[in-house]
């Protein structure tokens, strides 16, 4: 499975920002697409996940009532809508797939990873 993930940018404290990203390959085998983020020298944070039916969504709690995560069916396309944007939401975003069973939050137990999309929010 190969990802593509764009969207990043710039934004004021307050603003909004989609991301998105789009699997190719065998996505037949993917159980679940996820978001996480990493600032420079710290451990990649889990931000959100979807089920691959699209029927069951999971969130960090720093973005929950903020994020929303969801996929187009159509497309098979991942997005990661954020709005209420704050200066600590700044990271590298990077998009993946789980192809096998256990929890969404761990980013060891995911398979294919994009290649990352910075968001800088200014205060």
């Known amino acids: 499975v190969q990802l593509q993930a764009c969207g990043g940018g710039m934004v004021q404290a307050g603003g909004s920002l989609r991301l998105s990203c789009s699997p190719s390959?065998?996505?037949?085998?993917?159980?679940?697409m996820g978001w996480f983020r990493q600032l420079s020298g710290k451990e990649r944070e889990f931000v959100a996940a979807?089920?691959?039916?699209?029927?069951?969504?999971y969130y960090g709690d720093s973005v929950k009532g903020r994020f929303t995560v969801s996929r187009d069916n159509a497309g098979n396309t991942l997005y990661l809508q954020m709005n209420s944007l704050k200066p600590e939401d700044t990271a590298v975003y990077y998009c993946?797939?789980?192809?096998?069973?256990?929890?969404?939050?761990?980013?060891?137990?995911?398979?294919?990873w994009g290649q990352g999309t910075q968001v800088t929010v200014s205060s």
């Open positions: 993946a797939v789980k192809v096998y069973g256990g929890t969404v939050y761990y980013p060891s137990l995911y398979s294919y």
């Open positions: 390959g065998r996505t037949f085998s993917i159980s679940h």
């Open positions: 979807i089920s691959w039916s699209g029927g069951t969504t």
